[in-house]
C-alpha cells in the first residue's frame, strides 16, 4: 500500500469514520438513559479524537500507529455503545467480545509493540516532535534508497538544542536520566532475547536435501516464511523503541543489529524457494554472513551503552 493512502486511512478516515457511527448508533437508541450513555461515551471518542488532531504528539504519537490506537480505542467504546443498545443475548455477547478484543489490541499497541502512548513528564513536546519525525525520516531512507540511513533533519534534537543556547533543559536530577537509560536497556535485552531466538531457529533449519521433494521443500519453506516474519516483527518492534537521546548512537546499532536478523531470515526464505544449486549456497552464504554481521553490531550497542552507564553513574556521583 502506497504510504500517503496509509496515512490518510489509519489517521483520518478510520478513526472518524467510527466516531461518526458511534454517534448514529447512540442517536437511534430507544430509551433515553441508553441515548444518555452513548452520548457520554461518543463525547470521550470525540475528545480522544481532538487530541489525536489538535494536541499532537502530547499523550498519543501523531502517526499511523497513533491512529491505529485511537481507533481501537474508539471500537471500544462503540463496543459498550452497541452492548447497551441491543437487548438480544447474542448480540451483548458478541459486543462484549468485541469490547475485550479491541482493548487487548489498544493495550498491545500502547504499550507492546511500539509504545504510542508518550510519557509527557520525561520528554518536552519539541523533543517528542523530533523524535517522531526521526522515525519517519528512517522509515523513508528505506524508499529513498538509502538502506536504512538516517537522513539529518532540522528539527531534530541536536537543531533544536542549538537553537536554545546549545543544550537542552536539563533534568531534574541524574538519578532520573539514568534510570530512563535503565529502562530502555531492559527493552533492549528483550528484544536482543527474541534476535537470539530468531538466530538459534535459523540455524537448526539446517540445509535442505539435495534430493528434496516438492511436498516436503514446500514445508520448509513455510517454516522459513514463519521465521522471516518474525523477523520482520522483530525489526518494526526495534525501529519503535524510544530511547533517551543520549543514547541514539547505541540506538543505531541495535537498529542495524534487528536489520541483520530481517535480511538473514529473507535470504534463508529465499534459499528454500531456489532449486538451482549454486543460488542456494549464494543464499544461503548470505543468511549465514548477516547473522555474524547481528553479533558485531551487537557487541557495539553493548559497548555503547556500557560507557554511557559509566558516564551517567560517574555525573550521578558529582
Known amino acids: 500500500m502506497n504510504q500517503q493512502i496509509a496515512d490518510i486511512a489509519l489517521m483520518m478516515v478510520l478513526p472518524l469514520g467510527i466516531t461518526f457511527t458511534a454517534i448514529l448508533m447512540s442517536a437511534s437508541a430507544d430509551t433515553r438513559s441508553q441515548k444518555l450513555l452513548g452520548a457520554f461515551l461518543s463525547l470521550l471518542i470525540v475528545a480522544m479524537d481532538c487530541i489525536f488532531f489538535f494536541v499532537k504528539n502530547s499523550f498519543i504519537a501523531y502517526n499511523c500507529d497513533g491512529g491505529l490506537l485511537l481507533s481501537f480505542a474508539s471500537l471500544f467504546f462503540y463496543a459498550i455503545i452497541c452492548f447497551v443498545r441491543f437487548d438480544d443475548r447474542a448480540a451483548k455477547a458478541g459486543n462484549i ?166 535480511l538473514a531470515a529473507y535470504a534463508l526464505y529465499s534459499y528454500t524457494l531456489q532449486e538451482n544449486p549454486e543460488q542456494q549456497l549464494i543464499q544461503y552464504k548470505q543468511s549465514r554472513d548477516q547473522i555474524g554481521q547481528m553479533k558485531i553490531y551487537l557487541r557495539r550497542f553493548w559497548n555503547a551503552t556500557e560507557a554511557l552507564q559509566s558516564n551517567n553513574q560517574q555525573q550521578t556521583e558529582q
Open 97 to 262: 467480545f468485541l469490547a475485550f478484543f479491541m482493548l487487548s489490541a489498544f493495550m498491545g499497541i500502547a504499550y507492546w509493540d511500539r509504545p504510542t502512548f508518550i510519557p509527557t513528564s520525561d520528554y518536552s513536546a519539541d523533543e517528542i516532535a523530533a523524535m517522531n519525525t526521526k522515525y519517519q525520516d528512517y522509515i523513508a531512507s528505506f524508499q529513498n534508497g538509502e538502506g536504512g540511513k538516517i537522513l539529518p533533519n532540522p528539527n531534530s534534537v541536536a537543531h533544536y538544542r542549538v537553537r536554545n543556547g546549545g543544550h537542552a533543559s536539563k533534568s531534574s536530577n541524574d538519578d532520573k536520566d539514568l534510570s530512563r537509560l535503565e529502562s530502555y536497556l531492559v527493552d533492549a535485552e528483550t528484544v536482543i532475547k527474541r534476535m537470539h531466538d530468531i538466530t538459534n531457529a535459523m540455524e537448526a533449519f539446517g540445509t535442505l536435501p539435495s534430493n528434496i521433494s516438492e511436498s516436503e521443500r514446500e514445508t520448509r519453506s513455510s517454516q522459513a516464511l514463519a521465521i522471516n516474519n518474525n523477523a520482520v516483527a522483530l525489526n518494526k518492534k526495534v525501529l519503535g523503541l524510544f530511547h533517551p537521546h543520549e543514547s541514539s548512537d547505541a540506538h543505531k546499532e541495535l537498529i542495524q543489529a534487528s536489520e541483520c536478523v530481517r
